[in-house]
């Protein structure tokens, strides 16, 4: 089973920047596509963003789009979400996993905690 670690989650101020990874604990993680999920306070898990097993396709949520950017390193097992112009509403909790339509592959991980207050 392929679990996940999630880091680089923290307080950061609107405006600001914060850059997540993921990284898998299996090279099988290469032929997945991967996906960022997020779970405000009081609110649904919700896909961000996604990326094919090669990374040269990526799709976001509408609120993000323009703001975040999703990268891939297979070599390093690792997934990759850059976030810039951070506003209030992207405090979260954000995880990784691997969409498999209304489902996913894989385990939770433990997530990692993103606010943005100031």
């Known amino acids: 089973q392929v679990l996940l670690v999630e880091s680089g989650g923290d307080l950061v101020q609107p405006g600001g920047s914060l850059r997540l990874s993921c990284a898998a604990s299996e090279r099988i993680f290469s032929n997945y596509v991967m996906g960022w999920y997020r779970q405000g306070p009081g609110r649904q898990r919700e896909l961000v963003a996604t990326?094919?097993?090669?990374?040269?396709?990526?799709m976001y949520l509408a609120s993000v789009k323009g703001r975040f950017t999703l990268s891939r390193d297979n070599a390093k097992n690792t997934v990759y979400l850059q976030m810039n112009d951070l506003k209030p509403e992207d405090t979260a909790v954000y995880y990784c996993?691997?969409?498999?339509?209304?489902?996913?592959?894989?385990?939770w991980g433990q997530g990692t905690q993103v606010t943005v207050s100031s």
């Open positions: 996993n691997s969409p498999r339509g209304v489902t996913y592959w894989f385990d």
């Open positions: 990326i094919s097993t090669f990374g040269r396709t990526m």
